[in-house]
């Protein structure tokens, strides 16, 4: 789990170890001390970071749900799609889009795995990641 990113002090952070190590009844007794421990603490800083992660997660799976949908425009229209990629994306390389697009449209008129579909996917992932960074 990513509670290493959350600014815990280090006699909380030890006693989280302890408690993933321990087992059955001690595990139990310990997490109560975890829970006395935090409630001498300011837990303002801990919520603002769990909310981080939980947002983050949440705006992958936005960006991701935002891609499918491209990804079905772009197998369905064509070139209508295409104008929408590259004005989202101008790094995209257009040859190699037409290619995947292309195929994918041949792969579901023949009723084949969808290899280009995924790879369409992952282009526009990287896409975005690309330009994210």
Known sequence: MPWKKIPLDDDLRAAIELAQRIKKEGRRRQIQLIGKMMRSRDMDPIR?????LKNRHNQQ????????????????EGDEAMSEVLRLYPQADRQQLRVLIRNAQKEKAANKPPKSYRQIFSYLRELAEEQES
Request: charged share 40%; glycine share 0%; proline share 0%.
């Open 61 to 76: 799976v936005s960006l991701f749900h935002k891609l499918e949908a491209l990804r079905d425009r772009l197998v369905e």
């Open 48 to 52: 603002q970071a769990l909310d981080k």
